[in-house]
């Protein structure tokens, strides 16, 4: 999953890409958010990916991010200090909670470049 900002805050969008185990992917997420900030944007694509896997009916889920911020914080590394990211966050931990089993784990962006395309398309579309 991944979230883009233009300008910090500026346009947003999330990305995320669902696979089965074997790699496969099942399903390209893209949603337009209008304003908001980068850490907001990733956050919003994080909840956007465990709640269309949910719907899915996926028991375990391991999630990608190259937001080491988002990484960290889901992990209890680094405390959620920005208000407005307190409410994403306790979002996304109810609904990793949800699953049987549920990681999320720090890739480096050339890693999650199909995200990246989604959540950047996301923008160029605003939602179209």
Sequence with gaps: MDGASRGNPGEAGAGAVIKDPQGKVVRELRK?????????????????????????????????????????????????????????????????????????VHVYREENSLADKLANEAIERRGQ
Excluded: C, H, P
């Design 32 to 104: 337009y958010l209008g304003i908001a900030t980068n850490n907001m944007a990733e956050y919003r694509a994080l909840v956007m990916a465990l709640t269309e896997a949910g719907s899915m009916g996926i028991r375990d889920i391991e999630v990608f991010a190259d937001s080491e911020l988002v990484v960290k914080q889901m992990t209890g590394a680094y405390r959620v200090k920005s208000e407005e990211l307190k409410s994403l966050f306790e979002e996304a931990l109810r609904l990793m909670k949800g699953f049987r089993t549920a990681k999320i």
